[in-house]
């Protein structure tokens, strides 16, 4: 006999968004969901699930997108719907026309040229904390290495980096509007800022084009209708929201748990080749996007329930990334377990685009760090968090450590 099939009593077993804390510690609220009802029917009528497993076929295969069967994303107007043309929010064929058109500016060679340069603003920022003993792993870390990265493959000067991923972060809200309908106006006005911005940009992309990925985007759009001004204004804008607020919160996220678990930091400084199983650990343990989204375009079975076709259903990633039936003891941080892949960068054809460059970017961050520094203590009581839908951290007060008094 197999296992019964899951009932489905509608509740939020102890993770409410609206009432858990969800940025500094969503885990044992997420646990319980996972453990008492995987596949669960909010009782505001919202679908989720968190089992690993269920999550992967949710994303890699099922029948489903970013719209409903009628053509409209979820809990927006048909103008909303029209206006909306990130590839995150398209399905086929126009996502497959945009991620292609975005991914071919995102070359290997475009990565390896960014990496230097991200190094080199890094090195300079380190540089300055020479004689403290105190810094903001925000500030002085987890911001500077994915500006200077967006900033290389934009071309936007990093001066702005500030003004952006304040705007970037007021912009999230757009994703989540059910959920934060008092800060729709804010965001709404962080977008129409950005888009000036990057408008600004485009023009003078336009006018003499350089080496980045806004100047191939010009090209492509520039080229014939493949790619419209309104589709390479939003994907540029797009790319600003994904890749910045993101890679600040695995950065910071990431340094905390080095905080919290030192042996970790420690084995890390021993053997710098495991930066990178390192970052797959940070990855895994806090994300920085806890979830994402697809409606079913057919009646889907997940863990013995049936969900409609039409429904959004939430994947809860940071759930999923603690299931015990694919991660031994995932509350533990190993940066060298190899096991299966978190959930982290999503999946299926919007499997993120950028998270090479995230990875590369945390990886010049914790090699440094580990490079200059014996350890980090965190002042945990005094984290501050952006405020944003995702993780994102906007100050993580630490006590430095070195090898020499
Ligand atoms: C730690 C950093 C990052 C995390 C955790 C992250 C996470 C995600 C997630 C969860 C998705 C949705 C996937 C899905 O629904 O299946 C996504 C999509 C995407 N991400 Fe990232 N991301 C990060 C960094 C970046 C960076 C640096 C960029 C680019 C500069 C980027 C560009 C994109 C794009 C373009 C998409 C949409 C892809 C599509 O629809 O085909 N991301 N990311």
Same mark, same amino acid.
């Given at each position: 006999m197999g296992k019964p099939a899951l009932?489905?009593?509608?509740?939020?077993?102890?993770?409410?968004?609206?009432?858990?804390?969800?940025?500094?510690?969503? %885990?044992?609220?997420?646990?319980?969901?996972? *453990?008492?009802?995987?596949?669960?029917?909010?009782?505001?009528?919202?679908?989720?699930?968190?089992?690993?497993?269920?999550i992967q076929k949710l994303l890699k295969h099922s029948h489903s997108g970013m719209r409903h069967l009628n053509g409209l994303i979820p809990r927006e107007t048909r103008e909303e719907t029209e206006a909306s043309k990130f590839m995150l929010r398209m399905d086929p064929p126009d996502h497959d026309r945009l991620r292609g058109l975005v991914s071919k500016a995102f070359t290997p060679r475009a990565l390896a040229a960014i990496r230097p340069r991200v190094q @080199? @603003?890094?090195?300079?920022?380190?540089? !300055?904390?020479?004689?403290?003993? @105190?810094?903001?792993?925000? !500030?002085?870390?987890?911001?500077?290495?994915?500006?200077?990265?967006? +900033?290389?493959?934009?071309?936007?000067?990093? *001066?702005?980096?500030?003004?952006?991923?304040?705007?970037?972060?007021?912009?999230?809200?757009?994703?989540?509007?059910?959920?934060f309908p008092d800060l729709q106006g804010r965001a709404e006005a962080a977008i129409l800022e950005l888009a000036d911005y990057m408008m600004n940009l485009i023009d003078k992309r336009r006018a003499s084009p350089s080496d980045d990925i806004l100047s191939a985007l010009v090209a492509a759009e520039e080229a014939g209708d493949r790619l419209s001004v309104e589709e390479l204004l939003q994907q540029s804008?797009?790319?600003?929201?994904? &890749?910045?607020?993101?890679?600040?919160?695995?950065?910071?996220? &990431?340094?905390? +748990?080095?905080?919290?678990?030192?042996?970790?930091? *420690?084995?890390?400084? @021993?053997?710098?080749?495991?930066? *990178?199983?390192?970052?797959e650990e +940070?990855?895994?343990?806090?994300?920085?996007?806890?979830?994402?989204?697809?409606?079913?375009?057919?009646?889907?079975? $997940?863990?013995?329930?049936?969900?409609?076709?039409?429904?959004?259903?939430?994947?809860?990633?940071?759930?999923?990334?603690?299931?015990?039936?694919?991660?031994?003891?995932?509350?533990? $941080?190993?940066?060298?377990?190899?096991?299966?892949? %978190? +959930?982290?960068? &999503?999946g299926g054809i919007h499997f993120c685009l950028g998270s090479h460059l995230a990875r590369m970017n945390a990886e010049v961050a914790f090699t440094s760090m580990a490079s200059r520094f014996k350890g980090i203590e965190v002042d945990e009581s005094r984290i501050e968090w952006a405020?944003?839908?995702?993780?994102?951290?906007?100050?993580?007060?630490?006590?430095?450590?070195?090898d020499k008094a």
């Open positions: 009932s489905v009593t509608p509740g939020w077993y102890g993770a409410n968004p609206d009432t858990m804390d969800l940025k500094a510690n969503p %885990h044992d609220a997420y646990r319980t969901l996972r *453990e008492s009802q995987p596949v669960n029917l909010q009782p505001d009528g919202q679908w989720r699930i968190s089992r690993y497993r269920d @080199q @603003q890094l090195d300079r920022e380190l540089d !300055q904390l020479a004689s403290r003993d @105190q810094m903001d792993l925000v !500030q002085d870390l987890a911001l500077p290495v994915p500006a200077a990265s967006m +900033c290389a493959m934009l071309g936007v000067p990093f *001066e702005d980096r500030d003004r952006l991923s304040g705007l970037v972060s007021l912009a999230t809200y757009r994703l989540a509007k059910a959920a804008i797009g790319l600003l929201i994904a &890749g910045l607020e993101t890679t600040i919160g695995l950065i910071g996220n &990431g340094m905390v +748990c080095f905080s919290r678990y030192p042996d970790q930091f *420690e084995l890390l400084r @021993q053997r710098p080749a495991l930066a *990178e199983s390192a970052v +940070c990855l895994r343990f806090e994300p920085s996007v806890p979830l994402t989204v697809r409606v079913l375009w057919e009646d889907t079975e $997940f863990s013995g329930v049936t969900i409609p076709a039409d429904t959004p259903v939430w994947a809860i990633l940071i759930a999923a990334n603690r299931d015990p039936a694919v991660f031994t003891d995932p509350d533990r $941080f190993d940066i060298t377990r190899r096991e299966a892949k %978190h +959930c982290s960068f &999503g405020p944003s839908l995702f993780r994102i951290p906007a100050s993580i007060p630490a006590k430095l450590r070195r």
